[in-house]
């Protein structure tokens, strides 16, 4: 669980792309001598010289010369052929809002590609529900989780619980912004995805303003809430760094009570199982698309 407070990581600079250096055939056989040919039992006629300053003809079976498979396409598209098998990624931009539905019903929301920040304190299943919902969609889907990339660093992780100071924001705002690098970077390629955190309603800053400022306006929130006795519950079955004590669960699961009112969808999922969690959240961002919430 965290509790950012302060001024955000600088934005960070757009990473170049560097043309890969072109593998030449040749390089491959420096060294070594052609196998000798034994010669013809006939001679073609030589062939006609090109006029000064033409380039001539590649030779038959090489990149580039007609009916070759990568000749098509170095051709229409005007690109240099990439001989090392790079694929060319479109680059993440702020993610907007997915097209209003058609006036004749709903949206599938199954089938279209979406960014949903799952809010929810300790306990409340949003690992679970996240997960379960990624994995059960018809379009690619990714799940972001902002804890696990916040515990990529293994030396000199700052520990929150251990006590709130600037290496313990920095990391968590780090995070934030890696989780939001990515989300974009998803849907620019064609792949939903569903990021969760612990974001306060009190805290708009570094909450719900920070997540829109990394992946865009076409974030979809919703809110997982279930009874403080169920967080008690799912918090005791934790283990390391994230079991939380009684306490500090009571003390945010009282802060997270302030998004009721707020505009955002809420699920209470105290009597629902992951499923059926996952099957209301699919209906919640169907109204979202249809009546985007205001945040």
């Not at 990149?63 to 229409?76: E, F, K, M, N, V």
């Not at 799912?234 to 283990?239: D, F, I, K, M």
Request: proline share 16%.
């Amino acid at each position: 669980m965290q509790h950012a407070v302060g001024a955000p990581l600088p934005p960070p600079h757009r990473p170049g792309q560097d043309p890969a250096a072109p593998w030449s055939p040749a390089a491959n056989h420096q060294g070594h001598p052609p196998a000798p040919v034994a010669p013809p039992t006939s001679v073609p006629p030589p062939a006609p010289a090109a006029p000064p300053g033409s380039v001539p003809p590649p030779a038959p079976g090489f990149a580039g010369a007609p009916g070759h498979p990568h000749a098509s396409a170095s051709q229409h598209t005007g690109v240099p052929r990439d001989t090392t098998g790079h694929v060319q990624l479109p680059p993440g931009g702020p993610v907007t809002m997915p097209p209003p539905p058609p006036a004749t019903g709903a949206p599938d929301v199954t089938a279209t590609t979406l960014a949903v920040l799952l809010i929810g304190p300790a306990g409340a299943g949003k690992t679970s529900v996240a997960k379960y919902w990624a994995a059960h969609r018809r379009v690619p889907t990714a799940h972001i989780s902002l804890d696990d990339v916040r515990e990529w660093v293994r030396s000199g992780f700052a520990d929150p619980q251990a006590g709130w100071n600037d290496n313990s924001e920095a990391q968590y705002r780090l995070a934030r912004r890696t989780c939001g690098f990515a989300a974009r970077n998803f849907l620019a390629n064609g792949i939903s995805c569903i990021l969760d955190d612990a974001v306060f309603p009190d805290r708009p800053v570094v909450g719900l303003g920070g997540w829109k400022r990394h992946v865009g306006p076409g974030l979809l929130p919703v809110v997982l809430l279930p009874g403080l006795e169920i967080v008690l519950e799912r918090n005791a079955e934790r283990s390391g760094n994230r079991r939380l004590t009684d306490e500090e669960v009571a003390r945010i699961h009282g802060r997270m009570a302030g998004w009721y009112g707020s505009g955002l969808p809420i699920i209470d999922n105290s009597q629902l199982d992951v499923p059926a969690t996952a099957r209301v959240l699919d209906e919640l961002l169907a109204r979202s698309i249809a009546s985007p919430p205001k945040w």
